[in-house]
């Protein structure tokens, strides 16, 4: 069973451009939540996608937007790249979208740097 | 608007000591979570804290949960150099792994 794994690792933009993040999902998870970590702070949650509908946003602008494929993979896209986008990407998976308890699992990560 | 507080920011030890990192959290949940993260890397999960009252522990470190306090703790005894990273908890506000996160623990283990 491989875990969740991100592409790319590294990515370097400029000032307006856009950019797309890719998450594939553990085997078996349909839940797919994505952070942002900029330097020296915490993660922060960006939205979460639950087969293939967003279930619910954090405070991100409308220029982050994403995508679960019926795989359960998932895409992360930030139009009009500004300097403070420059952060770590992670996402996360989980097993199932239910009250109870399910252990959510992270990724390696996308270091996006924008110059 | 769900807050979650950690202190201290920075943590300086010498090895061989104890100490306690504090995690206050402002609306009423019982899933925290711990998590350590060494540098360019992605979050290593260290406990679960699924109700009140709830103490884990896992070598040198030590994490328990006080709902009604909204506030976690996590213990290090002992420390030694491997333990230097950022330490995070996280509160689940929506039971729904929509985690909020505190600023994070800068942990530095000198011999």
């Known amino acids: 069973e491989t875990g969740v794994t991100q592409s790319p690792t590294h990515l370097i933009k400029t000032r307006g451009q856009q950019v797309t993040l890719r998450c594939s999902s553990q085997s078996g998870h349909n839940t797919v939540s994505w952070y942002q970590q900029a330097l020296g702070q915490g993660p922060q949650f960006i939205f979460q996608?639950?087969?293939?509908?967003?279930?619910g946003r954090g405070n991100f602008p409308p220029r982050f937007s994403g995508l679960q494929f019926p795989n359960y993979s998932s895409e992360l896209n930030v139009n009009a790249l500004e300097l403070d986008d420059s952060a770590l990407y992670l996402c996360?998976?989980?097993?199932?979208?239910?009250?109870?308890?399910?252990?959510?699992?992270f990724g390696p990560g996308t270091r996006l740097t924008v110059l | 608007e769900l807050k979650v507080e950690q202190n201290p920011l920075f943590l300086s030890m010498q090895e061989g000591k104890n100490y306690t990192i504090y995690c206050n959290y402002s609306t009423t949940s019982d899933r925290l979570y711990w998590y350590r993260q060494d540098p360019g890397k992605s979050l290593e999960s260290l406990f679960v804290l699924l109700s009140n009252g709830a103490v884990k522990q896992e070598g040198r470190l030590m994490a328990s949960l006080d709902t009604k306090a909204r506030l976690s703790t996590l213990h290090i005894t002992a420390a030694v150099h491997d333990l230097s990273a950022t330490y995070f908890c996280a509160v689940d506000w929506e039971y729904g792994n929509k985690l909020v996160f505190g600023a994070g623990t800068i942990l530095r283990v000198k011999s």
């Open positions: 996608y639950y087969r293939e509908e967003e279930n």
């Open positions: 996360a998976s989980s097993p199932r979208l239910v009250p109870a308890y399910n252990e959510q699992f």
